[in-house]
């Protein structure tokens, strides 16, 4: 029953993304297109809400006589994809309702009304997929329907660039993921995902599977070293669709990488747990640290969907490692902590883009180096993108915090695996893991620091009005969430049981009977953490400050130029600046990690010139990976190159010497 | 029940009562050491008072964020503070954070911190809230290996059962537990901006961080900023307090004298840490900027470290 | 059988013998360098003379007191004049990236660590701990002399290697030979500072002549 409702909200996204198609030259189409997506997209929230709450409801493949004639398309819902549904609507819903006011300021609505539907459509059909091929189909349909909106400002400057380069990542990641499930239905060609289930694939075949979905899975979701498209492409988008990527597009990715390894796959091997939570490590610390350079607010919020995603790995990989060692209950634990942050992450992505989207819309400016001030003029964006911040920084009482502490916990389990690389490896990703948290929490300050606070750096800041009542209901029900999130993770942990109980086969404890809304993940004595009292502690000791404070002292307050230790410089040129602000950190890691280097160009003395500071960044993964392997294809295609001037003489000898060898083959073959 | 209310709030308050107290004591100290007379003990309650009692000057291009975040560092700290057990365990609310959580906490306060220092929008303002993230950046992942270390020593990340395991008889002498000490002392210097990293009694010099950030204040907003820096001094001695010297504390359920027996050996812990502390500083000079890193990262490194030396501590 | 006390002690000396040859990593002035191993020396000689004293092998005193007389002191004196002659007592020397270093140091530690733990299952605590902590020393003391260029740096890591040998013979209860493998390695660095000695001296004559430094005292009339 469930998945055929949420099949015909899919085949209603798709109608509505033909209308737009069809009347996107209307003045209403925006309105109406962005409306029904919403309505759509709460509706396909609350049913799979229901069903995360009752999975006992959820059974019954549903099959449609469509694509293949012999193997027609499978759709199913169980408890993993009912959650990963979840996140996905509330995603999608978020963002069609700040498109309401948003989408109005589209100069090109005909590029992106007809695809904003169909995008969204794509990904709640992989989430229903029951079939390697329906899977894949829809996965493909995700890729390039979001590849559409990215092109939607082709004429801008470096989009075109980025859009090539996501064609490219998105491709290879489907190829490899067609090879995963190509090894996994093994020499029978069993594409029904419950028949994979069935069949666990030898050893190294799983390995091999394991790798090719954390190239296909973690290329979508951003995985350093394949994350070089996600700050050119996420960006490039309009910005809901920005969101949408970010907030929502990793998160499919995430789905598929837990389809394959954790449910289709057999029971794992010891070591994909030390690869896959390194691989995340990694991948936050790098992450975090290219956020921290950017001065471009909309590439900043990229670059952490890149750290976040790391984290989100490391718990998956630890679910991996405490999995093959039969610990169910630490494998809970960690695989908890990973799907809470991707629930946590998707909430706080989708605000922080939908306030830089505020931002751009009423100043036209991304770089936080014209920007600054913008609170005095949108202090709602301000206070919602504020309160994005903290969550994403992982500050207790929001709900970034929550999940990073689950993970922490989960780390601390480490000690009890038998494998000493283990022991060794996951405090070792728990002091990157803790290095990211501490450098999200920098590359907030400035994100936010330089954005809304100081004075205005440009005129067109100094101008900005805040924007129109629906994007700002959609940023606020988000900032909602994320505080409720944070101060009663108990209910959610809960909710989140069936989809634990049927991936790591244990579950949490329940949290909602504790005293005071407690979490404890393993044991009184151990750990616990309740972000309630915490919330209310804050606030009770705030306001007997401010009432001491209002009771006794002076309320006297006076405005005057600011103070600047007596050298106050009207000119906002003498602020701090977004590059500044992250030089010691560049200095501290950047020197080593990108190789960073910095050039002073004094003008010679007397000149009145203004003096030059140029700072050199390099990509290592760009010019180790990438670089090569593109002077590799052009060399090739050099060479390949010669093969089109050939004779007609030349072609047949091609033609028929490849005959030869297929004969020969085939000899050899018998 | 009520006992442990009771003593949470005992202990709140004695945390807010002794912070400047102690700084003053470290501050009369430093002058004594260096053959000045120094200011009075009581010398901070009295700056404190001045504050409240004057106008606040605002800077014109100060938003709500500024004037909003003297409250909310002085409560995360505050409430950071009033779950380290200081002269007793048994907290009521001891349950409601543990050691991870109270680093957050103390986060929570820093990020409120710098963005007030960007508030205003003045050069000082920037550099002070960018070297204060850049130390952080680097203090909190060391601590938190600290943390990693005492807990998977002790099997528990709530201060409270740290501290009753560290007064058991398994604990021994590791040199993983020395290296954590260690490292929570550079970490606690960096965090508290004490010398090398940060002197607190400058003004009007380009190395402060601390100081500059928070240059804008004044009145009662910069009364709660101090307040809430002595709170977190005192915060980092309790903790190193009660994880490496948990003699003297108080247990719940032990009667009004043990309580009292805690709070007196408590205030000879914080004499003593106070008294290092001004040694410590009147020895030692202040590190260029770029040597913090230096500092900062070998205190990550020993982190690494005892996490590390723990596997072979724990075979015996 | 030992006492918990015992053991401790001897962990905390293994213990800080790897956390000093830590330093010696992140040392990067010739004076400071030299200062830490002469406090990796001292630290080495208490963990014999510890180990002479639980294990009740008076031999071992003689091993502690050789560490302490000649490498404690002796070594780190004659290093220390030969560095002020040379005139390199100030430099800073060009190590490669000292955070690389010492993240590769970590690595070893725990490389050392998980090779040596899992392998000497069958030994006494002690003997296996020993065994890690001294496997580390050596691998440090490699690193040591693979990432500096500067000659005094390289001895001192192939000492503090040295060290790392000394703790794991003498880690291992009933090992024959302690004394004199100490004795015989002693000789043998001492004959390598001599001749590093000599060979920089002669190296340098011309460029460290005193009326060359003469010329930058700043109090010329």
Same mark, same amino acid.
């Given at each position: 029953m469930t998945a055929e409702l949420l099949l015909w909200c899919v085949a209603a996204l798709l109608a509505t993304g033909a209308a737009g198609l069809l009347l996107h030259r209307r003045p209403m189409a925006s309105a109406a297109v962005y409306a029904a997506s919403l309505a759509i997209t709460a509706a396909a929230l609350t049913i799979s809400a229901r069903a995360l709450l009752s999975p006992a409801s959820l059974n019954g493949v549903i099959s449609l006589p469509l694509g293949l004639p012999w193997l027609g398309t499978h759709f199913k819902v169980d408890a993993l994809s009912a959650f990963f549904l979840l996140v996905i609507n509330v995603g999608g819903a978020m963002a069609s309702l700040f498109a309401l006011g948003y989408g109005r300021h589209e100069e090109t609505p005909g590029r992106v009304l007809p695809f904003f539907p169909a995008f969204l459509a794509g990904m709640n059909a992989v989430l229903l997929a029951a079939d390697a091929f329906t899977f894949l189909f829809a996965w493909e349909f995700m890729s390039l329907s979001s590849w559409a909106l990215v092109m939607a400002h082709h004429r801008r400057a470096g989009n075109a660039a980025a859009g090539y380069l996501y064609l490219l990542m998105a491709s290879f990641g489907t190829l490899a993921l067609l090879l995963a499930f190509g090894l996994l239905a093994g020499p029978s060609g069993a594409y029904d995902f419950a028949a994979i289930r069935q069949m666990p694939p030898a050893a190294a075949v799983s390995a091999v599977v394991l790798v090719l979905a954390l190239i296909g899975a973690g290329s979508k979701a951003g995985l350093v070293p394949l994350h070089v498209w996600l700050p050119l492409a996420h960006p490039a988008a309009p910005t809901h669709v920005s969101a949408l990527m970010s907030g929502v597009m990793t998160k499919v990715a995430v789905y598929g990488f837990v389809r394959i390894v954790f449910d289709l796959l057999g029971p794992p091997t010891w070591w994909w747990g030390a690869v896959v939570p390194f691989i995340g490590g990694i991948t936050a610390v790098m992450g975090v640290l290219y956020a921290l350079l950017q001065n471009d607010l909309k590439r900043l919020l990229a670059y952490s969907t890149v750290e976040n995603i790391g984290i989100i790995f490391v718990g998956l990989g630890l679910a991996l490692a405490f999995e093959a060692n039969e610990m169910q209950a630490a494998a809970a634990l960690a695989f908890t902590a990973a799907l809470l942050h991707v629930f946590n992450h998707s909430l706080f992505k989708s605000l922080l883009f939908f306030g830089a989207g505020a931002v751009l819309s009423s100043t036209?400016?991304?770089d936080m180096d014209r920007l600054g001030g913008l609170i005095h003029r949108m202090p709602r964006t301000a206070f919602a993108f504020l309160i994005g911040s903290a969550a994403i920084s992982a500050l207790p009482p929001f709900n970034g915090f929550v999940s990073e502490w689950l993970t922490f916990q989960a780390i601390l389990l480490s000690p009890t695996l038998p494998q000493w690389l283990l022991k060794f490896l996951v405090p070792a990703v728990g002091a990157l893991l803790a290095l990211a948290a501490a450098l999200a929490g920098a590359c907030f300050v400035k994100a936010f620091g330089f954005t809304f606070l100081g004075r205005p750096r440009s005129d067109i800041a100094r101008e900005a009005a805040d924007t129109d009542r629906w994007s700002i209901a959609g940023m606020f029900i988000l900032a909602a969430l994320c505080l409720v999130a944070g101060i009663l993770p108990g209910y959610f942990i809960d909710a989140l049981g069936p989809v634990i109980e049927a991936m790591t086969g244990a579950s949490l404890p329940r949290q909602e009977q504790l005293d005071w809304l407690t979490i404890v993940p393993i044991a009184q004595s151990r750990s616990s953490y309740n972000g309630l009292l915490v919330f209310f502690f804050i606030v009770l000791s705030a306001s007997l400050a401010a009432e001491a404070i209002h009771r006794w002292a002076s309320a006297a307050v006076r405005r005057s130029a600011p103070w600047d230790c007596g050298f106050p410089d009207s000119s906002p040129a003498t602020q701090y600046s977004p590059g500044s602000f992250s030089q010691p950190i560049r200095r501290v890691f950047g020197s080593v990690l990108f190789r960073a280097h910095e050039e002073v160009q004094m003008p010679p003395p007397g000149d009145a010139s203004p003096a030059r500071l140029q700072v050199r960044l390099r990509d290592l993964p760009w010019d180790v990976i990438y670089a090569p392997m593109a002077r590799a294809v052009a060399y090739c295609a050099e060479r390949v190159n010669a093969l089109q001037f050939l004779t007609i003489r030349g072609y047949l000898t091609l033609v028929f010497s490849a005959l030869v060898v297929l004969l020969m083959v085939l000899a050899i073959w018998q | 029940m009520m006992a442990d209310l009771f003593v949470q709030f005992c202990e709140m308050l004695v945390v807010l009562g002794l912070a400047p107290l102690l700084a003053g004591y470290v501050r009369t100290l430093k002058a004594r050491l260096v053959g000045r007379r120094g200011p009075p003990l009581l010398q901070p309650y009295r700056d404190l008072l001045r504050l409240i009692r004057k106008e606040v000057v605002l *800077? /014109? &291009? +100060? &938003?709500w964020l500024f004037r909003a975040a003297p409250y909310i560092v002085f409560a995360a700290t505050w409430v950071a503070a009033a779950l380290?057990? %200081?002269? *007793? %365990?048994? !907290? !009521?609310?001891?349950? +409601? +954070? /543990?050691m991870i959580a109270i680093v957050a906490l103390l986060a929570s306060a820093r990020f409120m911190l710098a963005l007030a220092g960007l508030d205003v929008g003045t050069s000082f303002g920037g550099i002070g809230s960018s070297r204060e993230m850049m130390i952080a950046s680097l203090a909190e992942p060391a601590m938190v290996m600290v943390v990693f270390t005492l807990s998977l020593l002790a099997g528990s990340t709530q201060l409270s059962s740290i501290a009753a395991f560290m007064q058991g008889p398994g604990v021994g002498l590791r040199v993983s537990l020395a290296m954590a000490l260690v490292a929570l002392i550079m970490v606690a210097i960096a965090e508290n901006a004490r010398i090398p990293v940060d002197n607190p009694a400058t003004h009007l010099e380009l190395t402060m961080v601390h100081e500059a950030m928070i240059i804008e204040y004044s009145g009662r907003h910069l009364a709660l900023i101090e307040l809430a820096s002595f709170v977190k001094l005192l915060l980092y001695i309790s903790i190193i307090g009660c994880v490496f010297a948990p003699w003297g504390i108080a247990v719940a359920g032990q009667g009004l004298e043990a309580y009292l027996v805690g709070l007196a050996v408590y205030v000879v812990k914080l004499a003593v840490a106070g008294l290092l502390l001004a040694l410590f500083e009147t020895a030692i000079a202040k590190m260029r900027v770029f040597r913090y890193s230096d500092f900062l990262g070998s205190a990550l490194m020993l982190g690494v470290l005892a996490t590390l030396l723990l596997f072979v501590s724990r075979i015996a | 059988m030992i006492t918990p006390l015992a053991f401790d002690v001897a962990h905390l000396f293994a213990g800080s013998l790897v956390l000093v040859s830590f330093m010696l990593l992140y040392q990067d002035r010739m004076t400071g360098l030299v200062n830490t191993f002469a406090l990796h020396a001292l630290v080495v000689s208490f963990s014999v003379a510890w180990q002479a004293y639980i294990q009740q092998a008076p031999h071992l005193y003689i091993t502690a007191a050789i560490a302490l007389g000649i490498k404690a002191i002796v070594i780190p004196v004659v290093l220390h004049r030969m560095i002020v002659r040379l005139g390199i007592h100030r430099t800073i020397e060009p190590v490669v990236g000292v955070g690389l270093t010492m993240l590769a140091g970590i690595g070893l530690i725990a490389l050392s660590i998980m090779v040596m733990l899992p392998i000497t299952a069958q030994a006494g605590t002690l003997a296996r701990e020993d065994l890690a902590f001294a496997l580390s020393v050596i691998l440090l003391g490699l690193l040591m002399m693979i990432s500096r260029r500067n000659a005094v740096s390289q001895v001192i890591g192939f000492m503090s290697i040295e060290n790392g040998l000394i703790l794991a013979a003498t880690g291992a209860k009933g090992m024959p030979l302690v004394v004199e493998i100490s004795v015989a390695f002693s000789i043998l660095v001492a004959l390598i500072v001599i001749g590093i000695f000599l060979f920089r001296i002669r190296e340098r004559f011309e460029t460290v002549d005193i009326h060359l430094l003469h010329e930058h005292r700043g109090e010329q009339p």
């Open positions: 036209g400016e991304r | *800077a /014109d &291009s +100060a &938003s380290v057990p %200081t002269f *007793a %365990t048994g !907290l !009521l609310f001891n349950y +409601a +954070a /543990d | -």
